[in-house]
């Protein structure tokens, strides 16, 4: 059965999994600004700032349930940063802290990028390549920020488990014991906290 901690976790992985299929669709617009040695040609660039550009100017409806979803990881945070446990405070505590990088970037790079994409107001000391380039690393970024909080949200699932796991063995060993050397009492609370 799911426990109150499990449904904010579902909250948290949820919405960093559906950013992260965002910023996959990029990928390939992002690729060859990035990773590849080859020369940007002209078309290249041409179809690249046309895609920020088609982002940009999406319907506002789409930008709304985006920055919905973002509230809701954070405010899953907040929730189970409530009264934390060790392994929240730890675990929980650096995934708000990756994940809020992530919001950092996207407000600061990439919707200043789109922006400057969108006007074509690149200025004369960042030349056109360079933009796109900026806005395709922010991508880069927020996606390798937001895989560490799935890892480190999968990191505390995992250690709760085997914490689980040893407070059972300790109680199947107590039952099984004549002289323990954990109480009863001592057992049932941290059996409590998990």
């Not at 390798?144 to 914490?163: F, N, P």
């Amino acid at each position: 059965m799911l426990g109150a901690a499990s449904f904010w976790t579902y909250l948290i992985v949820c919405p960093t999994s559906f950013i992260l299929g965002i910023l996959f669709t990029n990928w390939s617009y992002d690729f060859p600004l990035l990773w590849t040695s080859k020369r940007l040609t002209p078309e290249m660039i041409k179809a690249i700032e046309a895609h920020y550009v088609m982002l940009y100017d999406s319907p506002p409806l789409i930008g709304r349930v985006l920055h919905a979803i973002i509230l809701i990881a954070l405010a899953a945070f907040i929730a189970k940063l409530y009264k934390p446990s060790e392994s929240n405070a730890l675990f929980d505590g650096a995934s708000l802290v990756l994940f809020m990088v992530a919001v950092i970037v996207y407000g600061s790079n990439t919707i200043k990028g789109m922006q400057i994409i969108k006007g074509g107001d690149y200025g004369e000391d960042i030349p056109q390549a360079q933009s796109l380039q900026v806005v395709a690393a922010s991508n880069t970024i927020m996606a390798l920020v937001l895989i560490g909080v799935l890892l480190l949200q999968a990191g505390q699932w995992y250690a709760e488990r085997k914490e689980k796991e040893e407070l059972d063995a300790m109680s199947e060993g107590l039952n099984n014991a004549d002289s323990p050397t954990v109480s009863k009492k001592e057992l049932k609370e941290k059996k409590k906290k998990v």
